[in-house]
């Protein structure tokens, strides 16, 4: 299965032992012909015989052989999974497919974190019903937002299919994804037709793969489809016509893709077509696709990044980090059972460091996904080494208050909260047609470990980062050690170096890589950092905007009150004269100083910290990675040198420590 | 001729008065059948009888017809004409055909202008030898910084012939033009092969109908050429395989197309390939293509246009102003007799105020052109009303001191001061497919104007602009003198909205159209504007980068020293402090936020002006013209807004006038 094209990325298993065994399989209660099961045992075939040299003979009972069990346990949850060595084998006990083929790769993955085989032992069930890839790939292979090259799901408005579609769905299982968006939630031109005859053979085609891993194939959605594709002249989800169409073409799709998992939609947003059109609400619109969609067991995951993007600058009472909690918050208790609303992270776009979206918890009676953001629009174009799983786990771990116990927000949207049956976690994904998947190599780590981490919440940073590395450069513990740490600090190196304090923003337009203080100043998109030769920052206090009572009230006296408010965040609730004094004693222009002066000194030392390892990781690898220091190192530089010159023309304020500022 | 698909500017004759008599046309020395003096004929023929009413019944003799007599008169000037209405017609006198058309179209404008067809007398002959046009249009249709639709020279990598083509033809001759760059200095792709086969024929095709109004046809040329096309692996300019491919490549060039006029050469500029990648200068590269296209008497136009375009922002020594000066100014005198240095007015790029190019009578002994934008780049993208002739003006008006007398840069381009025989004016065209030409109706003041102004360096903005809009619309004497005053202060209303006191680029990045007043700051382009929070402006003297000091001695003392800089300038030589006080007894913060108040204001009573007019000037265009004006109101306020609230933000000096600024 392995091909020369490209990389097995995690997958590509090293020798941990020279095992003396060989092993037979039996299967209890699940049936072999699967294609699930059959994927699964040919994985555990692959990986053993990788890891340790040792055969596997097949499912004939051979003397003296280990034996791998797989049996069905139907006590055990959905997707959950049970493996347990012992002296004669593996027993492998799951209640359905998926946690077969979860339970092989957690048995791989331990080996290759150096367990012997007979020693693997764990039982886990998902945190999250819903573990969710987004991609943002057109139809003409090109990808928004990609930094990895072009589609390999799409190609001059066709669909691919070969090996490294394999390839990916393995990858994803086996790092416990379920489900996954192939196209860009701004669905236009070809992929509009994707619900079509145009597509179906080849969408089924590719779903069969999916299938074959445990992973549901999901589709962005046109809103406007029944004008675009249906010819009709509204797409009014209240207008009897529409719903019929809908109606239809659901009966349409399910036909051709019996398994499809739903749909994925982006309306009155940024330009595309929604409820808002005809003056219904976001609930209108989502529920009458859940209704039209329900027969069929499927699902509709409505996106709430809504929000005025045609805002005036002067406007200083508008505030786009309320629009999500102001268009979505009453309408609570609303949607349909089948429909979930999907929720980024913060309140803005995927910055390096936002305050936790206030709807996430804030909606009671809803269906609640968090979307986060792997490939890294914001934070260094899988250029800058960005580990951002420590940014998904503060998330996961914020208490919202919402309830008493079951508060986090890895609570509210696995379900747990509120007993929903409906939710989890989504993920824009870094990966394209590049060689090692996800242009820099390690930007990998944010793919593994983002799928880990949605299906189980409870890892910590430092163990998807040491299981990463053990599986994919398997390297001394000195070296793992190093390298984790470059992984574990990355995030705040990044953030050191660029937008201060929670402002965010402070980056070049459109391309969203490297530094322009006032870039995003005088736009129309909202996001604003209000700096002046006094001060800086937006008031969301209740005397400013009132973003910070959009939080439950612990939450929101938090946010209230400068001396209270995490300092990381002080920007994004305050506006501060540059002499307002930090806990650390240090005024907050002295900050900005000192933080962008080291935030550049670590991007030095990760770039010196890589040359160590030149023995260590493959020359490939090591050189894609190498050329990608250099250019962090310009792009530090640039913010560094950009965001003090900035404040320190504005505020006239001198560094204490006299360093070069231009 | 007239077609209803486009306009026909200021050719689309109005009748002036009923005449009652009949012409009959006497041409003595030239040949009838010469394409120029046909066309020259017919021109008359149909402006006379839509002008008065009279009828030109051809070249027979008829009783009591006035007589328009074409009369060769060798003792005449090249391109000169004298025209003298007499009791029994018009006598035109030229020593050549092009003469004769710019005679006849001077009978016409006289008319047009007023006067009664007996009475037209003027004797002329062109300030410049060479009046040329620069189009910046690519193969494929679109057209670099083009404002007003798409090339109708090409489309789909193919030349576009048809009526279009006569139109432009007339127009460009009625206004005195003789030379037409037909595709953009930045050559590639198809555009590289307009020097082969694939192109020849329908070169010839667009020069023969050139050629029949005086109109020599040149195209832009890529230096890379004998890579690109030739299949050699060097374009070193001393190369003897790259010199004898050019020279086969020119006789090739002149076999297809024997009028052809020559070659313009943007190298070594941003980006483009140049003689200094084989550590060759300017002059080797120019000297040999000049040399190779010699023997078919044509010339080479070698753009001065030459900077560092990766400076870093932190440099302050590094100045893009000099770098003309710096590249060519040593090489004074090596420039071959028939190579012409085309020197843009400033030394930036187009700026709405910036010093003349000291190189402009820097150089003594090398032909020399001034170039200038009618494409309103940075000037308004033709939504905003910039009426540039006085622009124009300011810069032929100059004096380098280069010499006692006939030192203006009218004197130096013309050939005057040094006797050179070739020199003159290029502009950057603002022409598209759009139904006006033009995109602003009133932008079309601006080719006129170009025009006219090349051939006559004397006359003034205000006579430019009365005779184009008499041409134009005819207007009644009380509208005529609105619009007039409407052009004329236009220049100064949008350099007052937009960057103060020849700082220049406050501009959106890429774009050009819209503030961004850091947009450039901490960019490679070497264009900055060095504000802090006590001062702005760049110091380009002694103690600074120098710059002055590029001029002769008189104007290098006056820019040097603030207190005998112009004021509208002082920014672009000093850095100055907020509170310096200017002569008109403000402070330079309390001039930047007057002058934006009353630039916004201005460009209400301009739009306001613009309703006065409603009942004189055709519909479409009133209409057209009105929604541009609506534009250009939104872009004064937000150029207003975004300048005041930064160097409010950034000084903290409040406003005296505590007008509102965000």
Redesign the interface.
Known sequence: MQSEKWTQLWLDYHKMYDGKDSWIIAVTGFDKENTIIANALKEFTKGIEALTGETVLGTSEVMNALTFTVSQNVTLSKESYRIEGSHDGILLEASDENGVIYGVFAILRQIACGKKALEVEEAKAPSNPLRMMNHWDNMDGSIERGYSGDSFFFEDEEIVINDRTTDYARFMASIGINAVVINNVNVKGAASYLITDRYFDKVKELSDIFEGYGIKLYMSLNFASPIEIGGLDTCDPLDKEVIAWWQGKMKEVYEHLPNFGGFLVKADSEGRPGPFTYGRTQADGANMLGDVIKPYGGIIIWRCFVYNCTQD??DTKTDRARAGYDYFKDLDGAYHDNVVLQIKNGPMDFQIREPVSPLLGGLQHTNQMLEVQIAQEYTGHQIDLCYLIPLYKEVLDFHTHCCRGKDTVADVVSGRTMGNALGGMAAVINTGDDENWTGNDLAAANTYGFGRLSFDTELTSEEIAREWIALTFNLPEKETTLLCNMLLGSRETYEKYTSPLGIGWMVTPMGHYG?????YE?SRWGTYHR????GIGVDRTDKGTGYAQQYYEENAKMYNDPAACPEELILFFHHLPYTYMLKTGKTLIQHIYDSHFEGEKEAEDLSADWDKLKNVIPAQAFDRVRKRFDLQLDNAK?WR??VN??F?????IPDEKNRTI?
Chains 1, 2 share one sequence.
């Open positions: 600058w002067r530094p322009s203080v006032d870039g005088y700096a002046d030769h006094l640039e040198d950009q010159s900035y320190y023309r504005k505020s006239g231009y």
